[in-house]
Nanobody
């Protein structure tokens, strides 16, 4: 049974940084896409950032220049470095792995940006 385990969320002041991590437990192969989504109260889940197995990245316009996604293929882990955080970044963040034949989601980690 594959599970995605997220860590790194929390409460942070505007302008500060957080780093999210998401690691897969169990046997998982051929992860060709890893990503982070977020969902704020009353809003739909949205893509924040994604990275292919070859290292090609894609970002939501709202986070470009502030967030950076990276992955460690050997550890089946994806990271999201979030800098210059804003109150509007407050949401539950979910990691996502796409493999041949299906998708996996993390349980979500809360990120709150507030003074």
């Amino acid at each position: 049974q594959v599970q995605l385990v997220e860590s790194g969320g929390g409460l942070v002041q505007p302008g500060r940084s957080l780093r999210l991590s998401c690691a897969a437990s169990g046997s998982i192969f051929s992860i060709y896409l890893m990503g982070w989504y977020r969902q704020a109260p009353g809003k739909q889940r949205e893509l924040v950032a994604a990275i292919t197995s070859g290292g090609i990245t894609n970002y939501a316009d709202s986070v470009k220049g502030r967030f950076a996604i990276s992955r460690d293929n050997a550890k089946n882990t994806v990271y999201l470095q979030m800098n210059s955080l804003k109150p509007e970044d407050t949401a539950v963040y979910y990691c996502h792995f796409r493999v041949v034949g299906g998708d996996y989601w993390g349980q979500g980690t809360q990120v709150t940006v507030s003074s």
